[in-house]
C-alpha cells in the first residue's frame, strides 16, 4: 500500500531528525575557543552539559503530551484515553540507566567518529539479547542468534576500520580505542534499561511521549545537579577543559559566549533528539515498528556520507563492510528478513503479524531512543 503525505513526512522527518542529533552534537565537538578566566582555545568537550540537553529535548515530549490530552478533551483522539494508574518513579531507574548511557556515549564521541558511534551503537542486540534470556525468559530464535552472531563480526570488522583508518590530531589511535570501548560498554547500560522498560514500565501501558518526558524529567533534574560536584572532581586524561575536572560547565558557557555558532550546535541537538522521539512514535503508529527500524538504519549512511563530506573522518572500505555486516544483523535480529522470505515462497505481501513484536523480542526500540 502507498504512503500517504504525512507518512511520508513522518519518515523523513525521523531520518533527517535522527542525524542531525549525532552530526550536531559532534559538530560541536570540533568547535573549539576560549574558555573562562582567558585560558587557551581548546575544543569544546562537555558531554556531561551536552548529556543535559538531550535530556532537555526528551522532556519537551512531556509538554507535548499535555498538549495533546488537552486538544483530546476537545477532540477525541483513542491514543490518549485514560490510561492505568502508574507511579512515576517507575521511570528512574531507566531513567538513571538512560543518563549513565547517554553521558558514556557523549565521552565517547569526543574520542571516535561520528559513523563509527553510530554503527557501534549496533550492540544494544548483543546485550539486550542476551538479558532478555537471562532476566525475562525469553526463547530468541534461530535467527535471533544468528543475528546476534553477524553483530559481534560487524562490530569486530568496523573496529579494525578504526584501527587501520588514519588519525590526526584530534583523534588519536588510542583514544579512537578508548571511544569505541566506551561505546560498547554504553550499549549494555542501554540494554539494562530496556530490560527495566520491558519488565516494570510497558504493563503499565503509558503513553509514549509521557514515557519519553517523564524519564527526560528525571535524567534533565539529577544530571543538572551532578554538574555541580563533577565541577570539582579531577577526571585526567579524560578532561577536556583548562582545569582538568569531570565537567566545567562555566567554561562551556565562556566558549558559547566566544563561538556562537556552539550555541547553534547545543540548540539542533536539543531540538533534534524531541522532533526525533516524536516522528519515531508516530512512524511506530502511522507505518510498522519494523519501519522505524529500517529508518533508524538508513540514518548510520547519512551520518557516514555527511562525515565524509565535510572532512571530518577518513573513508576505509571495511566501513562498508562493517555496516553491511550490522545491518544484516540488526535485520535478522528483528525479523526483517520474514516478510522478504514470504514474498519469495508466495509471491504476496506478507501478513501484519511480525509488526507488533514485544519490545525485546521483536524491531523494538527503548521507549527514548537517543541520538
Given at each position: 500500500?502507498?504512503?500517504?503525505?504525512?507518512?511520508?513526512?513522518?519518515?523523513?522527518?525521523?531520518?533527517?531528525?535522527?542525524?542531525?542529533?549525532?552530526?550536531?552534537?559532534?559538530?560541536?565537538?570540533?568547535?573549539?575557543?576560549?574558555?573562562?578566566?582567558?585560558?587557551?582555545e581548546h575544543s569544546f568537550q562537555h558531554p556531561f552539559l551536552q548529556a543535559v540537553g538531550m535530556f532537555l529535548g526528551e522532556l519537551s515530549c512531556l509538554v507535548a503530551?499535555?498538549?495533546?490530552?488537552?486538544?483530546?478533551?476537545?477532540?477525541?483522539?483513542?491514543?490518549?484515553?485514560?490510561?492505568?494508574?502508574?507511579?512515576?518513579?517507575?521511570?528512574?531507574?531507566?531513567?538513571?540507566?538512560?543518563?549513565?548511557?547517554?553521558?558514556?556515549?557523549?565521552?565517547?564521541?569526543?574520542?571516535?567518529?561520528?559513523?563509527?558511534?553510530?554503527?557501534?551503537?549496533?550492540?544494544?542486540?548483543?546485550?539486550?539479547?542476551?538479558?532478555?534470556?537471562?532476566?525475562?525468559?525469553?526463547?530468541?530464535?534461530?535467527?535471533?542468534?544468528?543475528?546476534?552472531?553477524?553483530?559481534?563480526?560487524?562490530?569486530?570488522?568496523?573496529?579494525?576500520?578504526?584501527?587501520?583508518?588514519?588519525?590526526?590530531?584530534?583523534?588519536?589511535?588510542?583514544?579512537?580505542?578508548?571511544?569505541?570501548?566506551?561505546?560498547?560498554?554504553?550499549?549494555?547500560?542501554?540494554?539494562?534499561?530496556?530490560?527495566?522498560?520491558?519488565?516494570?514500565?510497558?504493563?503499565?501501558?503509558?503513553?509514549?511521549?509521557?514515557?519519553?518526558?517523564?524519564?527526560?524529567l528525571f535524567g534533565f533534574v539529577i544530571l543538572s545537579l551532578l554538574l555541580v560536584p563533577m565541577y570539582y572532581i579531577p577526571a585526567g586524561s579524560f578532561s577536556g577543559?583548562?582545569?582538568?575536572?569531570?565537567?566545567?560547565?562555566?567554561?562551556?558557557?565562556?566558549?558559547?559566549?566566544?563561538?556562537?555558532?556552539?550555541?547553534?550546535?547545543?540548540?539542533?541537538?536539543?531540538?533534534?533528539?524531541?522532533?526525533?522521539?516524536?516522528?519515531?512514535?508516530?512512524?511506530?503508529?502511522?507505518?510498522?515498528?519494523?519501519?522505524?527500524?529500517?529508518?533508524?538504519?538508513?540514518?548510520?549512511?547519512?551520518?557516514?556520507?555527511?562525515?565524509?563530506?565535510?572532512?571530518?573522518?577518513?573513508?576505509?572500505?571495511?566501513?562498508?563492510?562493517?555496516?553491511?555486516?550490522?545491518?544484516?544483523g540488526t535485520a535478522l535480529y528483528n525479523g526483517l528478513h520474514r516478510p522478504l522470505l514470504t514474498r519469495l515462497a508466495r509471491g504476496r505481501p506478507s501478513a501484519d503479524?511480525?509488526?507488533?513484536?514485544?519490545?525485546?523480542?521483536?524491531?523494538?526500540?527503548?521507549?527514548?531512543?537517543?541520538?
Amino acid at each position: 500500500m502507498a504512503w500517504t503525505k504525512y507518512q511520508l513526512f513522518l519518515a523523513g522527518l525521523m531520518l533527517v531528525t535522527g542525524s542531525i542529533n549525532t552530526l550536531s552534537a559532534k559538530w560541536a565537538d570540533n568547535f573549539v575557543a576560549q574558555g573562562c578566566r582567558g585560558s587557551k582555545e581548546h575544543s569544546f568537550q562537555h558531554p556531561f552539559l551536552q548529556a543535559v540537553g538531550m535530556f532537555l529535548g526528551e522532556l519537551s515530549c512531556l509538554v507535548a503530551f499535555f498538549l495533546l490530552r488537552c486538544r483530546a478533551a476537545r477532540h477525541p483522539d483513542a491514543s490518549m484515553d485514560p490510561q492505568q494508574p502508574f507511579n512515576p518513579l517507575l521511570f528512574l531507574p531507566p531513567a538513571l540507566c538512560d543518563m549513565t548511557g547517554t553521558s558514556i556515549m557523549y565521552v565517547a564521541l569526543n574520542m571516535t567518529s561520528a559513523s563509527s558511534f553510530q554503527m557501534l551503537r549496533g550492540a544494544v542486540i548483543i546485550f539486550t539479547g542476551l538479558f532478555s534470556v537471562a532476566f525475562l525468559g525469553r526463547r530468541l530464535a534461530l535467527s535471533q542468534w544468528l543475528g546476534i552472531l553477524a553483530t559481534i563480526v560487524g562490530l569486530v570488522v568496523v573496529g579494525l576500520a578504526d584501527l587501520l583508518s588514519k588519525h590526526d590530531d584530534q583523534h588519536k589511535l588510542s583514544e579512537v580505542i578508548t571511544g569505541d570501548l566506551l561505546i560498547i560498554m554504553a550499549q549494555i547500560i542501554v540494554s539494562i534499561q530496556m530490560v527495566l522498560e520491558e519488565k516494570f514500565v510497558y504493563r503499565h501501558n503509558v503513553h509514549p511521549l509521557r514515557a519519553v518526558g517523564t524519564e527526560g524529567l528525571f535524567g534533565f533534574v539529577i544530571l543538572s545537579l551532578l554538574l555541580v560536584p563533577m565541577y570539582y572532581i579531577p577526571a585526567g586524561s579524560f578532561s577536556g577543559n583548562p582545569r582538568g575536572t569531570l565537567e566545567d560547565t562555566l567554561d562551556a558557557f565562556c566558549q558559547v559566549a566566544r563561538q556562537p555558532l556552539i550555541a547553534l550546535a547545543l540548540l539542533g541537538n536539543i531540538s533534534s533528539i524531541a522532533f526525533f522521539n516524536f516522528a519515531g512514535i508516530s512512524v511506530t503508529k502511522e507505518l510498522s515498528a519494523t519501519t522505524r527500524m529500517v529508518l533508524d538504519s538508513l540514518r548510520t549512511i547519512v551520518i557516514w556520507a555527511l562525515s565524509l563530506a565535510l572532512g571530518w573522518e577518513a573513508f576505509h572500505p571495511l566501513q562498508i563492510l562493517g555496516f553491511f555486516i550490522l545491518l544484516m544483523g540488526t535485520a535478522l535480529y528483528n525479523g526483517l528478513h520474514r516478510p522478504l522470505l514470504t514474498r519469495l515462497a508466495r509471491g504476496r505481501p506478507s501478513a501484519d503479524e511480525g509488526e507488533h513484536e514485544r519490545l525485546l523480542a521483536g524491531p523494538r526500540t527503548p521507549i527514548n531512543d537517543a541520538s
